[in-house]
């Protein structure tokens, strides 16, 4: 019981931490920055962790 309330915590930790690191990517994309390449490339790699999550969450079974 103890073992999946700390999976949980951390789950949500990891979920807030990728929306921080969106929330900081997308304004500089949408402003025009010059070089938007590491903006781009934080997106891609939250998309892929969210993937990821999701696959294993739904093929667990």
Request: net charge positive; charged share 15%.
């Amino acid at each position: 019981m103890k073992n999946n309330k700390l999976k949980i915590a951390l789950l949500v930790i990891f979920i807030i931490f990728l929306f921080t690191l969106d929330w900081a990517a997308l304004p500089n994309i949408s402003k025009g920055e010059p070089d938007p390449h590491l903006e781009y490339g934080i997106i891609v790699f939250i998309l892929i962790v969210f993937g990821v999550m999701v696959s294993r969450k739904i093929f667990s079974h």
